[in-house]
């Protein structure tokens, strides 16, 4: 079993649509939870970063994490078409600074 | 914008030749990473660096050896390529904060091609 779990889509929704992607987890050590986009033939660039429990919001992006159910979510608002990518997710344990557990990543296509 | 810089950006060499490839930082982060990036694997750790002339192994470091000589720059080699080497290369950084861990920051990757 993988340790984090991400739906590889592609995932095709119209502009304007609220996007949900998600990513579970099996180690309850995690406290650390980033957001990447991956946009083709680029490197992942830092979306969010959240530390423990609770929602955190940057304009149209809102981070979820759920602890109690190992679920991690982003949700992009008003999605354009500037939003399709490849969305990764990332995590942590506290002072584990050699090891980042990634998903494998949602391709997301925002339709015009 | 991290400053990462990964050089080169594209090679295509033969199966049996060494290969290094190099990531520079101007962050002066003390922690750096090579990833490979592969459909279907996501992104796999090889080697990373927690400082001058401190490494470690990933989880596929098979093949693949690093050096750092200096803060800013972390060196990939591949002593003699095979095919299966042939990957989308990622070089990382990051810092560990007084109390919090802090996320990666990625390059914008080498694409190596072995034939």
């Known amino acids: 079993q993988k340790e984090v779990e991400q739906d590889p889509g592609p995932l095709s929704v119209p502009e304007g649509a609220i996007v949900s992607l998600n990513c579970t987890y099996s180690?309850?050590?995690?406290?650390?939870f980033m957001w990447y986009r991956q946009y083709s033939r680029k490197g992942p660039e830092l979306l969010m970063y959240t530390y423990s429990s609770g929602n955190k919001e940057d304009g149209r992006f809102t981070a979820q994490v759920d602890k109690s159910s190992k679920y991690i979510s982003l949700f992009i608002r008003d999605s354009q078409p500037s939003d399709s990518a490849t969305y990764l997710c990332a995590m942590s344990a506290r002072n584990n600074f050699n090891k980042f557990y990634f998903g494998s990543g949602t391709k997301l296509n925002v339709k015009p | 914008d991290a400053g990462i810089t990964q050089s080169p950006r594209h090679k295509v060499t033969e199966t049996g030749t060494p290969v290094t490839l190099r990531c520079h930082q101007t962050?002066?982060?003390?922690?750096m990473y090579w990833y490979r990036q592969d459909p279907g694997h996501g992104l796999r750790l090889i080697h990373y660096?927690?400082?001058?002339?401190?490494?470690d192994k990933g989880e596929v470091s098979d093949g693949y050896s690093v050096s750092r000589s200096k803060t800013e720059d972390f060196l990939l080699t591949l002593e003699s390529a095979t095919s299966s080497q042939t990957s989308v290369y990622f070089c990382a950084i990051s810092e560990m904060g007084a109390e919090i861990n802090q996320p990666q920051h990625f390059g914008d990757g080498t694409r190596l091609s072995i034939l």
């Open positions: 180690n309850s050590a995690f406290q650390y």
């Open positions: 962050e002066n982060h003390r922690y």
């Open positions: 660096s927690y400082g001058v002339k401190d490494t």
